[in-house]
């Protein structure tokens, strides 16, 4: 039997069809437009608007253009660079576990031969998936406890390599902040992100690694060869979207670590946020300012990490 | 068609019903009448069961409160009660964060008539920018302004106006587990001077009784301002602000660095919840029973003194003051905001009234429910002068005490920065505190720098 290509089938339907599906794509794009253009274009374009302005929301007075006035304040503002370093710091922390770590245990699982024991480990890794935020923040904020949390209980009470008065304070906007949230995020997105690379690996042809054995290459040389390069869109997905939340993370620091401008925690998320909802009148203009340069940095590393990840060849 | 016309009976009542509740306003009423096919039937209902006072109304008397007010006094919906038809809501107010309402009145409306949540220093003054809140004055009794306590009353008025109509009163007085003082061989009395707190806390420490012998809230405006305030009250700016240059404020300052000094070391670490602000770690020392003395305002130790074996260790007194010092401290109301947008005024008016007096909410609150122990109190005179002409058996030594503090007291000055300059300080006067900075003026100068820097940044 002839095999018939989906242009030969095209071909052969009648021609109205083709018109008629051609009305319905364009009719759908024109009714899609408007409602893309308000959900998703125009915010964009609202924020770019007001950051041109000296918008305050508490006021009643009508905003201003200032043109490039907000972003010369931010830019010269000592504040935005060390919000923005301590962003970047947060990320240096946070991706190499939410990748190179589940990508181990992604190849680990997969060995696993036993059907049922693999899906136990799958089940397993999913759980911290699945909890709500809510409840991991009341967890880790428990664990890491200064006075009463189990990982200092450890330390001091437990192996005594601390005393009360000199145990890790590892919350509230210490020097340890940072990493500390960072172990929660990864252990929080271990599961998630294993499951990407496992899809991954369950694509390669099994026969592949099995005629490199043959041929003599060792478990590094077919990861290298093989599975790498195979997994590559994975990472590149998982790089690129994982640096966006990380760098704007938000929700953990006003939890972990409040207003308190010397925190590391206090990030140029939190400077956006303090100056468009808690100071003054709610400097919306810069603050949406601060959320530009923000958003234009990460765009710009984006684009190197896409270039640097995207798979060769 | 006998049931057909029962289930128009129906229909006609429940719609009826949802429009006089508020539910549905009048154009949602009539669509739904035609849509179920009632057409003039819905309308008689209508005309039946009163369009015209849904007309006057709207909607029935739509208060919102902020979580914590609900958890904390199991009382109130006894008083909503005795509001029949009353749309009770809880504040989407997370973290004190007031944008929802200002958003509402920016479009001159507002889904709710009345806040109860709002603490002037706070977010009054930024109610009020915003257009969002309106005064009082027009619709609140002449004898309950008569009956507030004239410091409560200044507190919540701005330019000679009623924006906030007081409810709890908090006050920051000090707390000391009469246990541990005890094992230390200390008299189970309030110190009186901060000289004798000092003291008593290095001996806690000293006799080994707890790890700890003092602490506080490391937010300004639960230490630095109560323990500036027990020196002087004269701390304020022609403009509203906090003077951290003040003698009294670097005097207080140095006074925290000797209190860090019998102190857990966490004590400068943001808490664990509403961005830092609650779940303090003076919260967590105090509930462990690892710290004697703690200074404070008197919900917290009550709140954290139900952890431990024995709440009755508990025994609170007034703030410690200067050898030479006016003896006052910071307190502050928590109350009700009228919605400029919102409707029912008098109504509202009626319920804050029955809220505020409503004897049970401040029983539980004093003596405490097996929900919670705030340990907040009433903003009227005539409540305290009921009691002390006839002292309830359910009464405790505590409130007498912050009944006569409340003559020196003295609230933080209503500013757009009341709150806000003790956030943006915090960190900066930390320097000392941490011996960074050798000076404490010079570390409080920096302070006015970056509030003042702050606020040249909104006139820019």
């Known amino acids: ?313 | 068609m006998t049931i057909r016309k029962e289930e128009e009976y129906k229909l006609q009542q429940n719609l009826a019903r949802l429009l006089q509740q508020g539910s549905i306003d009048r154009r949602e009423f009539l669509m739904r009448s035609m849509v179920a096919g009632l057409g003039l039937a819905g309308i008689g209902a209508a005309a039946k069961n009163g369009i015209g006072s849904a007309r006057a109304q709207d909607r029935p008397l739509t208060p919102t409160f902020y979580q914590w007010i609900i958890d904390l006094h199991p009382s109130i919906p006894k008083v909503n009660e005795k509001f029949p038809g009353i749309n009770y809501q809880i504040a989407p107010v997370e973290g004190f964060g007031i944008e929802r309402f200002v958003a509402e009145a920016k479009k001159k409306e507002s889904t709710w008539d009345v806040y109860v949540g709002q603490t002037p220093f706070v977010e009054m003054s930024a109610m009020k920018a915003a257009d969002v809140i309106e005064p009082w004055d027009n619709y609140i009794p002449k004898e309950v302004i008569d009956d507030m306590i004239p410091s409560i009353r200044a507190e919540n008025t701005i330019d000679g106006k009623l924006y906030g109509w007081p409810f709890f009163l908090d006050v920051i007085g000090n707390a000391w587990h009469s246990g541990l003082t005890t094992k230390a061989g200390l008299p189970d009395k309030a110190p009186v001077t901060w000289d004798e707190h000092l003291a008593n806390a290095k001996k806690v420490v000293a006799s080994g009784a707890a790890p700890f012998g003092a602490t506080f809230d490391s937010h300004g405006w639960r230490s630095l301002a109560p323990m500036t305030h027990s020196m002087s009250t004269a701390v304020y700016t022609k403009e509203g602000l906090f003077d951290f240059t003040s003698d009294a404020a670097v005097e207080a300052l140095k006074l925290m660095k000797q209190i860090m000094a019998v102190s857990h070391p966490d004590i400068l670490l943001e808490g664990a919840s509403d961005a830092g602000v609650n779940g303090t770690p003076d919260e967590v020392a105090f509930a462990a029973e690892r710290v004697a003395y703690y200074h404070k305002y008197f919900n917290a130790p009550l709140r954290m003194a139900q952890n431990w074996d024995d709440p009755k260790l508990l025994h609170m007194g007034p703030l410690p003051k200067f050898a030479n010092g006016e003896g006052s401290t910071v307190f502050w109301t928590t109350g009700c905001a009228l919605f400029k947008h919102g409707k029912n005024k008098e109504k509202a008016a009626e319920y804050i009234k029955a809220l505020t007096y409503d004897p049970q909410i401040w029983q539980d609150s004093i003596a405490g429910t097996k929900a919670a122990h705030p340990g907040q109190l009433p903003p009227y005179k005539s409540i305290y002068a009921a009691w002390e002409a006839k002292k309830p058996d359910w009464m405790l030594d505590f409130v007498p005490l912050v009944r006569a503090q409340l003559d020196k007291a003295k609230a933080i000055t209503n500013h757009i920065f009341g709150l806000q300059q003790f956030v943006i300080g915090k960190p900066v006067w930390e320097t000392y505190l941490k011996g960074e900075e050798a000076d404490p003026k010079a570390a409080l100068q920096k302070v006015v720098d970056a509030v003042q820097a702050e606020i040249a940044r909104g006139k820019q």
């Open chain 1, 1 to 313: 039997m002839a095999e018939t290509t989906v242009s030969d089938r095209m071909a052969t339907r009648p021609v109205g069809h083709a018109d008629t599906l051609g009305a319905r794509m364009t009719a759908l794009r024109h009714g899609m437009s408007p409602w893309w253009f308000r959900y998703q274009a125009y915010p964009i374009f609202r924020v770019l608007w007001i950051s041109f302005t000296d918008y305050q929301y508490l006021s009643s007075e009508p905003a201003h253009f200032v043109g490039f006035n907000n972003y010369a304040a931010a830019l010269n503002d000592p504040l935005m660079w060390s919000s923005l370093w301590r962003a970047t710091m947060f990320t240096i922390m946070f991706l190499p576990g939410t990748i190179i770590l589940p990508l181990l245990l992604a190849i680990l699982v997969d060995k696993v031969s036993n059907p049922r024991l693999a899906t136990l480990y799958r089940v397993v890794l999913l759980i911290p998936a699945v909890i709500p935020s809510t409840l991991v923040f009341v967890l880790w904020k428990w664990m890491y406890n200064y006075q009463v949390g189990p990982i200092n209980h450890l330390l001091v009470d437990v192996f005594g390599l601390f005393t009360l008065q000199n145990a890790p304070q590892w919350l509230g906007g210490t020097s340890l902040t940072l990493p500390a949230i960072a172990v929660m995020e990864v252990w929080w997105g271990l599961g998630y992100h294993t499951i990407f690379f496992l899809a991954g690996l369950a694509a390669i042809p099994k026969d592949l690694p099995e005629a490199a054995r043959i041929d003599g290459a060792s478990e590094w040389s077919i990861f290298w060869h093989i599975t790498r390069p195979a997994l590559a869109p994975i990472m590149m997905i998982l790089v690129v979207l994982r640096f966006g939340t990380a760098m704007a993370v938000i929700d953990e620091y006003l939890i972990f670590g409040g207003f308190n401008r010397d925190s590391p925690t206090y990030t140029w998320t939190m400077f956006m946020y303090d100056q468009a909802f808690k100071l003054g009148l709610w400097r919306q203009g810069f603050a949406a300012a601060i959320g530009m340069i923000g958003a234009i940095a990460m765009m710009i590393v984006m684009i190197i990490l896409i270039r640097i990840f995207r798979p060769k060849g």
